[in-house]
């Protein structure tokens, strides 16, 4: 395989199958990447036939992206195992309450060398009542580095080549450069950094502030309360990282993974 690395994707919902058109344009032409990208799918039948064999002869994923096509590149596999035991890049998108279990099956079947990406927002619960960031959780299980990408991606708007933005929060300088050119598109910009505790805080918390600008709209409460409510909860994810994660930068607050995100997800 020399210097070029082999990606693979573990999930196959709206998300998972968005990204996977970039990366797999991006592998295709870049020097850096093998060409075939191997995508995780949890087999189902979709009117009588499987969806791996459904995406490998169509290359549409008719049961969440039925209106995309997909690079010819990207190559549905069944068992997550075999379509990560290669893999030096393997980029996490399934839901976060599968994410332990994945991750004990990969335990000891993917490469030492390999280096994670979660697209995966959320928070776990560890034993001792602490909570535990996703890519803590890929990390402590498969002993790799796992980076994040996070930001205003809503899955529909990058299919159909609208602007947007993602954070890529990196843990490994030797992927610094190359983990951008495998998501990023003419449409999707996408900015790197090192801070990625508070890339991937950015992107959970968030969620509370939406739910509570939900709750607003539910209590019909004017735009200048919820105004509010936005600008408060926004501040308290700043003091939150400065005290759980001190060290953080503030600029990082005002990338894609911070700001733009937040009235993307209070909108939707």
């Not at 064999?53 to 069944?78: Q, S």
Request: net charge negative; proline share 4%.
């Amino acid at each position: 395989m020399g210097d070029k690395h082999f990606v693979c994707i573990i999930g196959s919902g709206n998300w998972a199958t968005t990204i996977a058109r970039n990366v797999g344009n991006n592998a295709a032409r870049h020097q850096m990447l093998e060409p075939l990208v191997n995508m995780y799918v949890y087999e189902e039948y979709i009117d009588g036939r499987k969806l791996t064999d459904i995406i490998n002869t169509t290359h549409i994923n008719v049961k969440y992206m039925p209106d995309y096509v997909l690079p010819p590149n990207i190559i549905a596999v069944d068992d997550v195992v075999e379509a990560a035991r290669d893999a030096d890049i393997l980029i996490f998108a399934i839901p976060p309450t599968f994410v332990s279990s994945c991750c004990r099956t990969l335990l000891g079947k993917v490469k030492p060398t390999a280096h994670a990406v979660s697209l995966i927002k959320g928070f776990e619960r560890g034993d001792d009542g602490h909570i535990i960031l996703i890519s803590g959780i890929i990390m402590r299980q498969l002993k790799i580095p796992c980076s994040v990408l996070v930001g205003c991606n809503l899955a529909h708007e990058i299919s159909n080549d609208n602007y947007c933005e993602g954070t890529i929060g990196c843990r490994d300088q030797k992927f610094f450069r190359v983990l951008p050119d495998i998501f990023k598109s003419d449409t999707f910009r996408v900015v790197v950094t090192d801070d990625a505790d508070c890339v991937e805080i950015c992107a959970a918390l968030r969620n509370i502030i939406a739910f509570g600008a939900g709750c607003a709209d539910g209590m019909e409460l004017n735009e200048n309360t919820k105004a509010g409510l936005i600008r408060r909860g926004f501040l308290e994810i700043i003091q939150f990282v400065d005290v759980f994660y001190p060290g953080s930068r503030m600029a990082t607050f005002f990338e894609a993974c911070g700001l733009s995100d937040l009235p993307i997800v209070i909108a939707s």
